[in-house]
């Protein structure tokens, strides 16, 4: 069993274009609970972050929720995506998923947030928040 946060407010899945800066706004006056995350390939730079921190310049898809694993994950621990994938999966509830260092998230959509926790919560995980 895993415990599980639901962060405040909503979340947006961005991309931009390879080459791109990357704004200022994304860095700058983060809230405790928020969350931003950044991959840059040779295709392009994908960024999660609040809705309302979205690059203008971006395409944005929006309206995702973004769950936490409370704790620290260990990275050489084994199974831990696939014990809240699996679930969503089953419930047809679409996931996208990201590590740190410290732990793994979620983000589900907005819409599915009711039947996603309850998948989660049928798989024995407590989502709190």
Sequence with gaps: MLDIALL???????R?????ALPYALSSGLGSADVVTVSW??????????A???????VVETAWRCLRVAG?????GTGTLAALVDPLAEARVSVVTFSTFDTDYLLV?????????????RAGHRVLG
């Design 109 to 121: 959509p907005a819409v599915r947030l009711t039947e996603g926790t309850a998948a989660l919560e």
């Design 16 to 20: 931009l274009a390879a080459g791109s």
């Design 52 to 58: 309302d921190r979205a690059p203008a310049q971006a």
């Design 72 to 76: 620290p994950a260990y990275l050489a």
């Design 41 to 50: 390939t040779a295709d392009g730079i994908s960024v999660i972050c609040p």
């Design 8 to 14: 405040p407010g909503e979340y947006a899945v961005c």
